[in-house]
């Protein structure tokens, strides 16, 4: 039999052959080439280059040529490496010696019979017991001087192997397992200027790793998307390359990217050196003329809703909310300036102040992962110049002739030095049969439980709108 340590073949030929794939669920495919010497026989072979996340049932060692056959009669993974209180629970009941410097700045050293190393497995640690001179202490005298490591014992997370080859070969090898401790997310830089609606967008990837090990100048890819983590299937590469429109097209693109299955697979041009406990950002997307529009709507009912049971209840006294809420919204595609399938992140808006030439942040929210072609509608915040007041004016009810009939008042106000247009949002929420009547002013049906009326107004200008809401059943 021959035993080999892998790690120690690994120094020059890990960080160059190392690729991650990273998804946004906690997860990431380690794929590492390895030189793999066997001889005739059974070899034992460990790797210690691991994460300390390994979701171990998930190891795969191949020859990726498919030339070379052997076979794997065991596959094991430690996580237990060495530490103080593990290696003083390897000399239990032995005597050693334990450094302590007295504070005139001597060295004495103490020899100590340990009684109980405090060590326990998967449980909290323990108090140790040394008996020092016949005396029982439930501290150590000193620091532990350990004759030597025990021939058991890893110093980092380590994966082994039992192989058996038919005949002596050597060959690059692929290990490939999947590991918790990865997670990415995009972010979004949208800036606009002072007055108007083309802004910049400038999206960031970011990338994290808490999985216990750093890994240099590795090749990282990055899939968006939610896949089924329970199956341990992951989906084919696709054939189609998705083509960037011109605004985003750039001569050395950071990121490419492209479908992949039923997911979108982003790869970084350049690799990228990641320790533990480490988080790196790379743009993916730069969109310098993205058309957008910003959209005021007053929704005050908006908590109401219908669920299936009549709502008779008058709402007599009820205050509804003043706030008319700010959106900004574009569509993700190439008319727009865009046209890239969008991650899931968060997007900051920002607009250049004309005076000195700053950027000052007007909000943000966060964006579920968004096709191409597809709206986005981004609330940003409350509008400060802009009021919108409502009122129940009557509400009857007739159970005998089943019908009931609410009329509403909304009055919405330009405080600004300029035009704006305010929508109002009407929930017909009482009941799912309804028309309305005595409308004051024109309103378009959003879908069978909503109703909007789209209001202009001039600075310092302020308007109302009346309807009647009959329901019957």
Do not use: C
Request: proline share 5%; net charge neutral.
């Amino acid at each position: 039999m021959k035993s080999l340590s892998l790690s120690a073949l690994l120094v020059a030929t890990t960080s160059a052959d190392t690729a991650i794939t990273i998804y946004n669920q906690n997860l990431a495919v380690i794929r590492e080439t390895i030189p793999l010497e066997l001889s005739e026989g059974i070899n034992s072979l460990s790797f210690d280059q691991a994460t300390a996340q390994v979701i171990s049932p998930s190891v795969v060692l191949r020859d990726p040529s498919g030339t070379h056959p052997f076979s794997i009669l065991e596959q094991s993974y430690r996580n237990d490496p060495v530490n103080r209180s593990l290696l003083l629970s390897h000399f239990e009941g032995q005597t050693i010696e334990f450094r302590n410097q007295l504070p005139n700045g001597q060295v004495e050293l103490v020899k100590g019979k340990i009684v109980r190393s405090g060590h326990v497995p998967g449980g909290q640690v323990q108090d140790p017991i040394i008996e020092v001179d016949g005396t029982l202490r439930f501290q150590l005298p000193g620091e532990p001087l350990f004759p030597a490591l025990g021939d058991d014992s890893i110093l980092r997370p380590t994966l082994g192997w039992q192989i058996n080859s038919p005949a002596a070969v050597k060959f690059d090898a692929q290990l490939s397992y999947l590991s918790r401790g990865f997670q990415w997310e995009a972010a979004y830089n949208f800036v606009a200027p002072e007055k108007g609606e083309t802004a910049s967008l400038t999206g960031w990837i970011t990338a994290g790793n808490h999985s216990g090990t750093d890994f240099k100048d590795a090749k990282v890819k990055l899939v968006a998307g939610e896949v089924n983590i329970v199956k341990e299937h992951f989906a084919r590469q696709g054939s189609d390359r998705f083509r960037l429109s011109k605004s985003l097209a750039v001569a050395d693109a950071p990121v490419e990217e492209k479908a992949f299955d039923d997911f979108h697979l982003y790869t970084l041009a350049r690799p990228l050196t990641i320790r533990n406990r480490e988080s790196k950002q790379v743009e993916f997307i730069r969109a310098p003329k993205v058309t957008a529009k910003k959209v005021y709507y007053y929704d005050p009912a908006q908590n109401y809703r219908y669920h299936g049971s009549r709502n008779d209840n008058p709402l007599r006294g009820q205050q509804f909310s003043k706030n008319v809420r700010i959106f900004w919204q574009f569509t993700n595609d190439e008319a727009s300036g865009l046209g890239m399938p969008l991650p899931a992140g968060r997007v900051r808006f920002y607009r250049s102040d004309d005076a000195d030439g700053n950027l000052e942040f007007i909000g943000e929210n966060n964006i579920g992962h968004t096709p191409r072609n597809e709206k986005l509608k981004i609330f940003t915040g409350d509008a400060f110049d802009l009021v919108g007041e409502r009122k129940i004016t009557n509400f009857a009810r007739k159970d005998r002739e089943n019908w009931m009939k609410e009329s509403v008042e909304v009055t919405v106000k330009n405080r600004s030095k300029d035009p704006k247009t305010i929508i109002v949002r009407e929930h017909l929420w009482r009941w799912s049969n309804w028309t309305i009547k005595d409308s004051t002013m024109d309103f378009r049906k959003e879908d069978a439980q909503t109703i909007e009326f789209t209001v202009d107004l001039q600075p310092d200008e302020k308007k109302t709108l009346s309807y009647t809401a009959h329901y019957s059943w």
